[in-house]
């Protein structure tokens, strides 16, 4: 697309009053936050055993990575594809044990992500961070909330020692960390007690917050979920708990969009979330059916929220994405789903919200709609594809190109 593309649009936006350029300059000082567990199906590096209790991954597409060096060279690739600057999130899961020392969960110290931060500072990255409730002999259906004490206070002490790294990579990295609290608790059939659990998921997490972290470095947020593999019909940690929870703590609850019953419009919570704790975190995802976390399309959910984050002020918001999709090639999935967060946005930085507001007060609701539904065949792909050429980055598809190379370059040799 040529330059006369891009001001033919910016001409046509400037009748609405929608400042492209402006466009521009607020979607380049978004970061959003690329989740490491897409390059090697949330298998993590202690052992070979992929991912269990409570999440799964499905498909064997060739070529993940195997080891730390692996998966940084392929965040690398991934973000030489994705215009702006980002950050990175980890899992516990990920630390790197030098010399093959592997200590377990409860142990883990800021040590072990030393290379990870030598990698962010190279790259001028952020990180963001996560404990590891899953994939381990002591996450069986029940962690922070078991009726075991001893299991409680194992996950208790992993919970600390998360808070302790994630202060390490606030300050070196010298922007806070958002460190999110996600454990699978929950039970495959009908409990009797419900009450039982969930209060001793609060005493957990109440001991956790114990330690006294560094507030302008970590910034906590916990995941509420609706069910999950093995948990169909109670999850710890639902919807009502995690927001009450968090609202009494004083940290943030996080909005996971496959976490909902699959009709419920997630978008329509942000607005809430925002007045009752004035940020809102987010993992943004694709739930088929069932919180599937699929690679995220443009679809009407991602669209919505994007919308809501735009029209309620992304300094508000932590974006973050949570897919694994192991069928298809996990370098494309973290291009195409940051790219399409970032065209999103877009579309919604290009809404003449103003006005479409005043319509609804007005309760010009035909207008509304008829306007809401033409901004849609509005020409933002001229103005995305201007936003990449500033970014010297390919605007289109040619990108699949890149990611091909790199498959038969690196990729296949890791058979
Ligand atoms: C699981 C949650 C959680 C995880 C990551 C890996 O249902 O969405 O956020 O996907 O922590
Ligand atoms: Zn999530």
Redesign the pocket.
């Known amino acids: 697309m040529s330059k006369s593309q891009y001001e033919a649009a910016k001409k046509q936006y400037a009748v609405l009053g929608v400042d492209t350029e402006k466009a521009i300059r607020d979607l380049q000082k978004i970061s959003i936050s690329m ?1 490491c ?1 897409q390059g090697d199906d ?1 298998g993590g590096f202690e052992n070979d055993l992929g991912a269990t209790g ?2 799964q991954t499905t498909g064997n597409y060739p070529g993940k990575a195997r080891t730390p060096e692996e998966l940084m060279a392929d965040i690398d690739k991934a973000l030489s594809l994705i215009p702006g600057k980002h950050r990175i999130n980890l ?1 516990a899961c990920y630390a790197i044990f030098e010399d093959g020392k592997k200590v377990d969960r409860d142990k883990i110290e800021p040590r072990h992500f030393k290379k990870w931060v030598e990698f962010a500072k190279k790259r001028g990255l952020g990180i963001d961070f ?1 404990p ?1 409730f899953f994939s381990h002999p002591l996450a069986d259906g029940l962690t922070l909330s078991s009726e075991d004490p001893r299991v409680r206070a194992f996950w208790v002490k992993h919970g600390i020692q998360c808070l302790k790294i994630a202060e390490y990579f606030g300050k070196e990295l010298k922007t806070p960390c958002a460190i ?1 609290f ?1 454990a ?1 608790d929950g039970l495959k059939d009908e409990p009797s007690d419900r009450l039982g659990p969930r209060r001793r998921m609060a005493d957990s997490l109440d001991k956790i917050f114990k330690y006294k972290y560094d507030k302008k470095l970590v910034i906590p947020t916990f ?1 509420s ?1 609706l069910f ?1 593999i093995g948990v169909e019909s109670y999850t710890v940690n639902s919807h009502e708990f995690v927001m009450g929870y968090a609202q009494k703590k004083g940290i943030l609850a996080l909005l ?1 969009m ?2 909902f019953h699959i009709s419920e419009n997630v978008a329509d919570k942000i607005s809430s979330f925002l007045m009752t704790f004035g940020k809102v975190a987010f ?1 943004i ?1 694709r739930p088929v059916r069932w ?1 599937s ?1 699929h690679v995220i399309r443009i679809d009407d959910a991602v669209s919505a929220a994007a919308h809501e984050i735009v029209r309620m002020d992304p300094k508000n918001f932590i974006v973050a994405l ?1 897919y ?1 999709d192991a069928s298809i090639n996990r370098i494309a999935a973290w291009v195409l789903g940051m790219r399409n967060m970032q065209k999103a946005l877009l579309q919604a930085m290009l809404e003449p919200f103003g006005t479409l507001k005043a319509l609804q007060d007005a309760r010009q609701y035909t207008e509304q709609l008829v306007l809401q539904e033409e901004l849609k065949a509005y020409p933002w792909q001229a103005v995305w594809e201007e936003f990449c050429a500033r970014a010297k980055m390919p605007a289109n598809e040619a990108w699949m190109a890149e990611v091909l190379k790199y498959e038969r370059d690196v990729l296949s040799q890791r058979a």
Do not use: A
């Open positions: 989740h567990w949330v409570g999440i899992h996560n590891t999110n996600w699978p995941e979920k999950g996971d496959g976490h993992h995802s919180d976390d949570d694994f």
